[in-house]
């Protein structure tokens, strides 16, 4: 088959959809289909515009970028690539440079899948200004992307209820995978301990993500005093991409910056040593939208680790209270403190449902083939 895949952005972009488009790319590559990816050329503007890597063929398209990446416009469309797809997979609806690209994919012919992602999420933003125009944009491009679809796939539990109750439409679940190290690497705790010289018996409380006031890392900053005054030996660590100095402003502000690591990103080896390193592994993200899966909770699982969360998204979708992960109200400081005390008190039951990467890749492939015949 030839397949292409459509997103906003794509390698050197660092972030989780950009990784799972690469992943289910370069696995499907590995199947043997001749794959392209079509994407804008933000954030790799010192990179070709043609290329291969791992191969994936990469087509980059100019573009205008608006305030927000989701209304990126295309400003030229690749369409010798699309006139020669079978199956042309849009990861995320919420992009009007996806939509764009999956409406001339459809004229030309094309079959389009469209992966459904934090469907009318904007509905609950904090911010009434988002909440408000945000979501008329989603609901607009929710009923467009439908149209366009003729494979219909959702990641999160949440689309596929929303979808199905609001819209009457059914779904495909196809959530994220995993790399296959996190299942089989033996166990190396002390590597991320000696690199940042944490003491064996400190407890450390773990975050993995953008350092984006959305995605919640200041919440569990806040959450050092109450720490404090249950437990003596513990470390925040913060790990992944972002600006840090409003953070360590934060933690001087709560004379707490001694209890905090902020690391930057890391290179996986120690990611996963983190991991292990780790009392849990915490997701303290602020609203729906910013949540459609969590690829951290999975990675967390893999290695064994509890995952304490906010309950918004997808997440109360794939946590069980009290058996793999605890939920807590979002922009609780004091709730998310409670939670990460309980977590080293009691043992959890680690329920682990995951697949890889290439797993995911090969039964995309078999659903593409499906919808082609």
């Given amino acids: 088959m030839k397949i292409v895949h459509v997103a906003t952005h794509y390698w050197p972009v660092i972030g989780g959809l950009e990784n799972v488009v690469k992943c289910l790319a370069e696995g499907m590559a590995r199947l043997g289909h001749e794959v392209h990816v079509i994407t804008s050329v933000y954030g790799a503007e010192d990179r070709p515009r043609e290329e291969e890597i791992n191969s994936v063929y990469i087509h980059r398209v100019k573009a205008i970028k608006l305030r927000y990446p989701d209304l990126t416009i295309p400003r030229e469309i690749p369409k010798e690539i699309l006139k020669q797809a079978d199956i042309v997979h849009v990861h995320s609806h919420n992009s009007f440079f996806n939509i764009r690209i999956a409406e001339k994919a459809k004229y030309y012919g094309a079959k389009v899948a469209v992966h459904f992602m934090a469907v009318d999420a904007l509905s609950t933003h904090p911010d009434p200004l988002k909440r408000i125009l945000g979501s008329q944009y989603q609901k607009v491009l929710t009923c467009k992307a439908l149209r366009l679809a ?204 995951l697949f890889t990467w290439q797993q995911i890749a090969e039964k995309l492939c078999v659903i593409y083939r499906n919808i082609l015949e």
């Fill in 150 to 353: 003729d494979l219909k796939l959702v990641k999160s539990l949440r689309d596929q209820e929303v979808l199905n109750e609001k819209y009457n439409i059914n779904t495909v679940y196809i959530p994220d995978g995993i790399d296959e190290e996190y299942l089989r690497k033996p166990k190396d705790p002390d590597k991320f301990r000696r690199k940042y010289h944490i003491k064996e018996d400190e407890q450390v409380f773990l975050y993995i993500g953008r350092l984006h006031p959305a995605k919640g890392p200041q919440i569990l900053v806040k959450a050092i005093p109450f720490l404090r005054q249950s437990l003596e030996n513990f470390r925040v660590v913060l790990i992944g991409p972002g600006s840090r100095e409003w953070l360590i402003k934060m933690a001087r502000k709560l004379g707490v910056e001694q209890y905090v690591l902020l690391t930057g990103p890391v290179e996986e080896e120690l990611k996963i040593s983190a991991i292990d390193a780790s009392t849990c592994v915490v997701v303290p993200s602020l609203y729906d939208y910013v949540e459609v899966f969590s690829l951290v909770t999975s990675e967390a699982w893999a290695r064994g680790k509890l995952v304490v969360a906010s309950a918004v998204g997808e997440l109360p979708y794939r946590i069980k209270h009290g058996v793999n992960g605890l939920l807590v109200s979002p922009n609780n400081s004091k709730a998310l403190a409670e939670a990460l005390i309980l977590a080293t008190k009691h043992k959890f039951r680690i329920i682990k449902p």
